[in-house]
């Protein structure tokens, strides 16, 4: 799986647009596409080998549901330069810029984009939309048939459809993008139509492909994210919405919640270091890895686990030190999102205050 590529994905996305319109577009929903363009699917690595439906277009589309309600909780926080200690700060701003709505929209155009890399760049080609439906991207080149670069007198068909889309561009486009996706839609449908007459009416390219990709991969991504940009813009959200449970209640059920996080995922470090011959018979088809690499893997992700236990212990007591322990821990683990809203949640002002004094 490309890594750092879905990074430069996805900065490649972001970063024409904060300089087209940086004051227009929220940062706070161009960090969710980041991250989600980054590891939103692969929340199904918390299961490890066992097969689910969470690594498919759908599939994520369904979690995004549950996770769009982090990202929104996470909205009320920013980043600032500190003046004493560690250089940046977590400040709680106390509203929630994104709804729940626009975050769903973000994090789904995100994962969507996830797709895009792993389509291309995984060696099985192949796009993920739901289990048991697995487009490889040979046969979506193949609906378009057999030929290829063909030189046929119906090409002028195709040809006067181009010429006039684009001339007649430089008045639809400024109607807006209602305009332009009817004249979109109307330019795509007939294409569509007269191809199943025959392809050569565009020389026999991999017409239907491009349409369809660029759909899936594009479109409903692009469209989802600046909806959501659009919406935050001209509905902002002004008034913080108060909490109806005490602070001291709501840490101790997150402290729950961070100490099962911490023991299940330390179950996991002392299952790879304990059985790693095992593991290595159930996913060896799938990854290339030996048990002396999950053993290390094992120690080394069992040891940030167990920091999460132990600061999630800590919290119910209201230790300052462990209270860093389980923001240090929950925030690595981010690549199954949920832990993130653990950490942010320890940066809320009233929260914070428990912890005062123990400094």
Not at 35 to 40: A, P, R, S, Y
Not at 169 to 174: A, K
Not at 183 to 197: A, D
Not at 295 to 317: M, P
Request: aromatic share 16%; charged share 15%; proline share 3%.
């Amino acid at each position: 799986m490309p890594t750092f590529g879905h990074i430069v994905y996805g900065l490649c996305v972001l970063i024409p647009i904060l300089y087209f319109a940086r004051e227009r577009f929220s940062y706070k929903l161009a960090f969710i596409f980041l991250m989600t363009n980054i590891f939103g699917p692969d929340i199904t690595f918390l299961f490890g080998f066992i097969e689910t439906g969470v690594h498919y277009i759908i599939g994520y589309i369904i979690v995004s549901i549950p996770l769009a309600l982090v990202f929104s909780y996470i909205s009320r926080f920013k980043m600032e330069r500190s003046s004493k200690g560690f250089p940046l700060t977590i400040m709680d701003e106390g509203i929630k810029e994104i709804s729940w709505k626009n975050a769903f929209c973000a994090s789904a155009a995100g994962g969507i984009s996830h797709f895009f890399i792993d389509q291309m760049f995984h060696r099985e080609l192949e796009m993920h939309v739901f289990p048991g439906i697995d487009l490889q991207l040979q046969d979506i080149m193949e609906w378009s048939g057999d030929l290829y670069h063909t030189m046929n007198p119906i090409m002028v068909i195709g040809e006067a459809i181009v010429v006039g889309m684009i001339i007649f561009s430089l008045f639809y486009l400024r109607k807006g993008y209602k305009e332009t996706f009817i004249v979109f839609g109307i330019g795509t449908v007939l294409s569509i139509v007269l191809m199943l007459i025959s392809t050569e009416i565009y020389g026999g390219e991999r017409e239907y492909a491009v349409i369809f990709c660029c759909v899936i991969y594009f479109l409903i991504p692009m469209f989802l994210l600046f909806y959501a940009a659009r919406d935050v813009l001209d509905h902002p959200v002004e008034a913080a919405i108060p909490s109806k449970m005490p602070a001291k209640t709501r840490l101790n059920i997150i402290s729950s919640i961070s100490l099962l996080l911490g023991v299940i995922m330390l179950a996991y470090g002392v299952v790879a270091l304990t059985m790693s011959d095992v593991l290595v018979d159930l996913i060896g088809d799938s990854m290339d890895v030996t048990g002396t690499q999950l053993e290390i893997l094992g120690i080394y992700y069992g040891s940030i686990s167990l920091i999460l236990v132990i600061g999630s212990i800590g919290l119910f007591f209201k230790n300052r030190i462990c209270r860093y322990m389980v923001i240090f821990s929950s925030t690595y683990f981010l690549i199954f999102a949920f832990p993130l809203g653990i950490a942010f949640f320890l940066f809320e002002k009233d929260v914070k205050a428990l912890f005062v004094k123990e400094e």
